[in-house]
């Protein structure tokens, strides 16, 4: 019988469930090499299952509970059933086994780091470590998000928490910050994805002394790329045109913003280069996708589908001849906290990479293969044109792709 797992997850949202936030978290486990128990939310009325996901894990998941706590992405009832039915899932699995000796937790959810800070005070012992996909309590352009919180026996204890640590709790109710600041007072590591959302998130916390205890225990680390087996865990039968150069974009695509500039630049390639390549975009809402590519007249050189499964999606990721990428917009001037989960996975794939970029940022620091900036079409123009003079891969597919 396997040995008993030491170390807790503290994961809102967790495989089997399909989320981002469920894959990263899959992939940190994996990259640890620990045997762990994993406390989630039943995400069902939220996210579907794909039981795929599973594997990111490589069989480290001893024990898994997903408690049936109110689903919702930041409203306080549902981050205190599940801290409250995660603590009580904690002491039942500590009375079967023993204590545990570590503990992580990532944001996205807030609620993860809500149930990681009350399994903290309780057991003080335990070694936190909490991650932050992107900042919570302040958006791209530093202004407050919110979600209220209540001043209950929750927050009461939480408040408590952070004074007997040393620190000045938060003044108001934004849940959002309250999650920041538990992290940051209670946690043994705090882990960011690029120096600057490490930057951005400190620079925006109430008290200098809590920032630089934050600063002084911070691990940069960006998100994980899955191991190699998985590309091939399931492959894909979705069919590609050999004499075409095929680009691969997964993820929400917004027709009037960010990659939107993409038919912009195959609007204008040169029919020669147009004839030559193909986008091929999974994201969530394809029909109406479609039907802005239709009226735009390029249903010859852009196919439109719904979201593959992960697994599926690594497969494809390997058998495109670029892979597209895109920043979030800021404003002129201000730092871009974010770098895309999707290079972490596009980067293990072994293809050529595209990043649609705003200059400086996490993602344009990268070995990109190819890189043009956001709302440059013309310069996207250009990498197109490259890209379609590439040449064939070998055990391309005959068939063409099916066309919606």
């Known amino acids: 019988m396997s040995a ?9 949202c967790f495989p089997p469930y399909s989320d981002t936030a469920a894959v990263v978290a899959a992939k940190r486990v994996h990259d640890r090499g620990e045997p762990v128990d994993v406390i989630c939310n039943a995400m069902d009325s939220i996210r579907h299952q794909d039981p795929d996901l599973v594997r990111i894990c490589g069989g480290l998941v001893r024990r898994f509970a997903a408690v ?3 689903t919702a992405f930041s409203s306080w009832g549902s981050i205190v059933d599940y801290q409250q039915l995660g603590l009580e899932t904690f002491v039942r699995w500590e009375s079967l086994q023993g204590e545990y000796e570590s503990l992580y937790s990532r944001a996205q959810f807030a609620a993860s780091h809500f149930l990681a800070a009350a399994l903290k005070t309780a057991r003080p012992s335990l070694h ?11 958006d791209v352009v530093g202004q407050v998000r919110t979600a209220p919180a209540h001043d209950d026996r929750a927050l009461g204890r939480l408040r408590s928490a952070v004074e007997t640590a040393g620190f000045r709790p938060p003044a108001g109710l934004n ?35 809590l920032a630089a205890r934050v600063e002084s225990i911070s691990v940069v680390s960006p998100h994980p790329t899955p191991p190699a087996a998985l590309y091939d865990a399931k492959p894909s039968t979705y069919q590609l045109d050999p004499g075409r150069r095929h680009i691969g974009y997964f993820g929400n695509f917004y027709a009037n913003r960010g990659v939107s500039g993409m038919l912009d630049a195959l609007a204008l390639l040169p029919r020669e280069a147009r ?7 999974f994201t ?24 593959v ?3 599926e999606f690594l497969a494809l990721s390997r058998r495109m001849d670029c892979l597209l990428v895109n920043d979030a917009v800021s404003p002129p001037g201000a730092p871009n906290p974010f770098l895309p989960s999707k290079w972490s996975d596009y980067r293990g794939s072994g293809t050529q990479v595209w990043g649609v970029v705003e200059e400086g940022s996490a993602l344009d620091e990268q070995p990109l293969d190819h890189r043009s900036p956001i709302e440059h079409v ?23 792709s099916p066309s919606r």
């Open 275 to 281: 004839d030559r390549v193909m986008l091929h975009v």
């Open 378 to 400: 013309s310069a996207a123009v250009q990498v197109l044109r490259r890209i379609s003079s590439l040449p064939a891969r070998s055990g391309a597919d005959a068939l063409l």
């Open 128 to 138: 936190w470590d909490a991650e932050f996909s992107d900042p919570l309590s302040h």
């Open 68 to 70: 049936p706590s109110r």
């Open 4 to 12: 008993p797992a030491r170390r807790l997850v503290a994961s809102y």
């Open 284 to 307: 969530s809402k394809p029909d109406e996708l479609h039907e802005v590519v239709v009226a735009r007249g390029l249903a010859d050189c852009v196919r439109v589908g719904p979201f």
């Open 309 to 311: 499964g992960y697994l």
């Open 175 to 209: 849940a959002f910050e309250w999650c920041e600041v538990a992290a940051f007072a209670l946690a043994d590591s705090v882990m960011f994805t690029n120096p600057r959302q490490r930057d951005f998130m400190l620079e925006h916390c109430h008290d200098a002394e």
